[in-house]
């Protein structure tokens, strides 16, 4: 039984997911299998809402089946997202293609950019180019231009397509196609469009108390889940209601400890123990370790990566799959993958216990 798959976070779903899904749905015929984050994100933030009130947004919206990107790859690089997304998908033995939204809407020339990052050449070009001290991203563009030429390497300047292109980095050779449709509505962090609006922008009307307006950018399914967690108090969640326990635990770390969180190799974890010592807030130790070189989303990442516990080792293989949420022919999906699936298929906290202590 073939499936597309879908990487994803639905932070929360909105009327732009909802046309995806649509979309996919008329142009395919197939179902939908999507790999969600769960309480963390990408960006280095607890999810606007419980992964399972998310789960169940994409459902009643068109997904099939929504199984869970464990933490330490959904609350990671593009890069590492991206990879462990696909690898999850893979170990399903369902999926035949990986759907996404991109601002250019091509996947062949989003795999052209793939196939020159992994190139030897580009990495010395890149390593050149950030020997002159400019950011990650200016060099990764200029570096690729050198090879390419400026049109794809323009393609690196938008979030959706730098995201496609890390899913087609990980597909090269996976015998998984790529198929991408062009964004629709708001930009990125952007507001709202043509009736569409970001996640974060929904985000930011629900922490600034403008819930009415912000569910006027979901559908009416989506919006009914995130009415029923606000009432019910647990929507929406910031990094501000855990802020308490993730100060306690840092002022507890010595600087060496937070070397295993750094990720980078360049020493940003001593910015980060000076920035801890001193501020008084989350915001203030963001503000305090924050340099050209690093975006806020990286810093965000270790901060709770040290609270978390979660180093910057990745695990070898995706351990399990966990099923968030499914429907009808979400289950018979499920019942293919007892004979497809290369991972144990985990629906009960009785399949928890039976894995091993590293899964």
Known sequence: MAALGMICEWNPFHLGHAWLLRELKRCYSLP????????????????????????????????DVVFELPTVWAMAS??????????????????????????CGDAAA????????????????????????????????????????????ALLREPNNILGIEYCRALRGSGIGAVTLPRTG???????????????????????GQPERAMAFLPPEAAEVLRRE??????PVTLENCERAVLAKLRTLREEDFLPYDGGGEGLYHRFY??????????????????????YARLRRL???????????LPARIPYLRVLACNARGRELLRCMKTTAAAPVLTRSADVRRLDAGA
């Open 303 to 313: 901060l709770l990566s040290a609270f978390l516990g979660l180093t910057a080792e």
């Open 274 to 295: 000076d920035a801890v010592q001193r501020e008084t807030s989350i915001e203030d130790i963001l503000a305090a370790a924050k340099s050209k070189r690093y975006a």
């Open 186 to 208: 708001a930009r990125h962090d952007g507001a709202a469009s043509g009736g569409i609006a970001s996640a974060s922008e929904i985000r930011r009307l629900l922490r600034e």
């Open 230 to 235: 606000m009432a019910q108090g647990r929507a």
């Open 32 to 63: 939908v299998v999507c790999v969600m984050s769960g309480n963390f994100v990408q960006r280095g933030e607890p999810a606007v809402a419980e992964k399972r009130a998310r789960a169940e947004m994409a459902l009643r919206c068109g997904a």
């Open 110 to 153: 989003l795999m052209r950019v793939a196939a020159c990052l992994d190139g030897e050449d580009f990495r010395a070009a890149l390593q050149r180019r950030l020997a002159g001290g400019d950011t990650f991203a200016v060099c990764r563009e200029r570096a690729a231009a050198e090879l390419l030429g400026e049109t794809d390497a």
């Open 78 to 103: 593009a890069e590492r997202f991206a990879r462990g997304g696909v690898a999850l998908l893979r170990r399903t033995g369902v999926v035949t293609q990986v759907a996404f939204g991109s601002e």
